[in-house]
Structure formats: structure tokens, C-alpha cells
């Protein structure tokens, strides 16, 4: 069965850190680029960040660059999105998806969406 499933989600400080996984199964991870989506509660979903088969490239949101790092370990079949000095504007469902086209500026064309983790940054 083709999906993929995010984790590590949870409640955080502003200032605070978080580490999203997201792990594949029933397909080749290195086989597609990858990408991070989040939806905030009333929002439309938005890049936010993207990663190359071979990890080479990568692509950010203006929102996040600088805070945010993507990752992937084609061995584990997983991408990861390390996220450092969280805002409360951070808070959201984040979800991954993959596409064939490489990573770019464009958001388009993902597909097999997980099912999202939640985070929150509060105080």
C-alpha cells in the first residue's frame, strides 16, 4: 500500500524547536522529490518547503528560510523538516507529498498526501 506518514508534530514554545518525519512505504522515496505543505485553520495550504531526489536542491518558502532545513535519507525511505525558531504564525497541519518533477519555486503537482501531523507554538 502506497502512503506516506508524518510524525513528530506536538505542542512548542515560541523560540522552540521541532523535527517532522515523514516515511514512506509501498514506493521508492528516491524516486521523487518531496515536499512539505502546511495548512493553518481557516487558510489555504502552502509550500513550504520541497527537496531533489538526490537531496541536492532545495526550495523554501520566504516564511520559513533560514529557520526551516529539509532532509532526506533515501536508506530509511524517510524526509525530515527540521524546524528552528518557531512563531505562533507557524502553527498548522503540516503534510508531505511527493511529485516527478524536480524541486523548484512551483508548488504544483503533488500528490499522495499524508495525513498530517499538527503543530502548535504557544505559550
Known amino acids: 500500500q502506497l502512503q506516506l506518514v508524518e510524525s513528530g508534530g506536538g505542542l512548542v514554545q515560541p523560540g522552540g524547536s521541532l523535527r517532522l518525519s515523514c516515511a514512506a512505504s509501498g514506493f521508492t522515496l528516491d524516486d521523487y522529490t518531496l515536499g512539505w505543505f502546511r495548512q493553518a485553520p481557516g487558510k489555504e495550504r502552502e509550500g513550504v518547503s520541497c527537496?531533489?531526489?538526490?537531496?541536492?536542491?532545495?526550495n523554501y518558502a520566504d516564511s520559513v528560510k533560514g529557520r526551516f532545513t529539509i532532509s532526506r535519507d533515501n536508506a530509511k525511505n524517510t524526509v525530515y523538516l527540521s524546524m528552528n525558531s518557531l512563531k505562533p504564525e507557524d502553527t498548522a497541519v503540516y503534510y508531505c507529498a511527493r511529485r516527478w518533477r524536480p524541486c523548484d519555486s512551483r508548488w504544483n503537482n503533488f500528490g499522495s498526501w499524508g495525513q498530517g501531523t499538527q503543530v502548535t507554538v504557544s505559550s
Open positions: 527537496i531533489s531526489r538526490s537531496g541536492g536542491d532545495t
